[in-house]
Each structure stands twice: as structure tokens, then as C-alpha cells.
């Protein structure tokens, strides 16, 4: 990223909003309305974003930035993520308060402290947010990640000093009992 050492995703534009430069942005904050207060946004690429007017709009907030006047200066900027420098926002001093951009690089270790390997992202597809982890290698072979629930049953603890979290994944479930036998009949 251009001019940001220690990134933290903020927001993602969406579409136009009208014909005068406005955009539905999807605010990551857990007060939406609180994007502006966090100054300058930043893409991956440095531009500069700051907002002049923000306002709620169901599960969006319609957003018009400083210079784009028009939809179809905006158009362009369609899924493009917004972000800030980490030392932007604030300290929590309550210790099961975090960024999410936090466990990024975190090594996930078993309930023993063997190394499972790194958590790579933590998205939200919708019904939660999930540790995207990528696995060790394996005897010389890469891996694919894989995705576990990021709830406190799963991931029960953090230890934000050494970079690790341990975690617990759920035990599988196999097929239905009425898949595995036979019609009787």
C-alpha cells in the first residue's frame, strides 16, 4: 500500500447513489456513521478519499467525497476498499476488544501449542466472521486454507503478545445415520 505502513480496512465503495456523485459505501466500523471521524481514507493504490456528507441508507451509508461531484467519476471506484493507518484508531483498554486486522499473521496453535499454522484473513461471508487459515507445510507440499468459525468455542483464546490464538476446531459431523443403511423393506 502507498502510504500506509500499518493498514486497517475501514469501508468498500459500491455502487453510485444518483447521478451527482454520491456512492453506497459498506462501513466496517461498528458505528457506521463514525467512517468520517477517523479522517482521510486511503485505496490500495494512495489515492485520497475524505468525506464531505455521510448518511444512513438501510444497511449502507450513502457517501459523498471531497472533488467527485459526478456518477460517473464515481462509477469506477466500485468495490474499491478503504483504509487507514492503525495508529488512527483508538486503543481499547478492555481486553476482549480488538481489530480484526489484528489477527492477520497470527499463528493458530492446537490446545497442545503445536502450530496449525497462520490465520490469513478473517472474512465475513455473511453469517459471521470466520479465521482463514493457511496450513504448514506438509512434508514439502502447500496446503490449501481453510475456514473455522471465529466464535470463543473455536478460538477460546488470544494471546495478542506472542502473536498466537489457539483454537479448537469443531468436530466433524458424518453423514445422516439414514444414509448409511440400507432399505430394510
Same mark, same amino acid.
Given at each position: 500500500m502507498a502510504n500506509?505502513?500499518?493498514?486497517?480496512?475501514?469501508?468498500?465503495?459500491?455502487?453510485?447513489?444518483g447521478i451527482k456523485g454520491e456512492v453506497r459505501v459498506k462501513s466496517f466500523t461498528s458505528d457506521p456513521m463514525a467512517l468520517a471521524d477517523y479522517g482521510p481514507l486511503f485505496s490500495h493504490d494512495g489515492r485520497k478519499f475524505e468525506i464531505s456528507s455521510l448518511r444512513p441508507a438501510k444497511t449502507v451509508?450513502?457517501?459523498?467525497?471531497?472533488? *467527485?461531484?459526478?456518477?460517473? @467519476?464515481? !462509477? +469506477? #471506484?466500485?468495490? *474499491?476498499?478503504?483504509?487507514? @493507518?492503525? !495508529? +488512527? #484508531?483508538?486503543?481499547?483498554?478492555?481486553?476482549?476488544?480488538f481489530y480484526i486486522a489484528d489477527l492477520v499473521g497470527m499463528d493458530a496453535l492446537n490446545e497442545q501449542g503445536e502450530k496449525l499454522g497462520t490465520v490469513i484473513d478473517v472474512p465475513n461471508f455473511g453469517a459471521g466472521d470466520m479465521l482463514e487459515i493457511k496450513p504448514a507445510k506438509v512434508e514439502g507440499k502447500a496446503a490449501q486454507s481453510y475456514y473455522?468459525?471465529?466464535?470463543?468455542?473455536v478460538a477460546p483464546s488470544i494471546d495478542f503478545a506472542n502473536k498466537t490464538l489457539t483454537v479448537i476446531p469443531p468436530v466433524e459431523i458424518s453423514g445422516r445415520p439414514e444414509n448409511n443403511e440400507k432399505d430394510k423393506s
Open positions: 500506509l505502513k500499518n493498514p486497517v480496512l475501514m469501508a468498500q465503495i459500491g455502487a453510485p447513489h451509508l450513502v457517501v459523498r467525497f471531497k472533488g *467527485l461531484n459526478w456518477r460517473d @467519476e464515481v !462509477e +469506477k #471506484l466500485n468495490r *474499491l476498499e478503504l483504509f487507514v @493507518e492503525r !495508529e +488512527k #484508531l483508538p486503543d481499547d483498554s478492555d481486553e476482549d476488544a473455522l468459525p471465529f466464535t470463543r468455542a
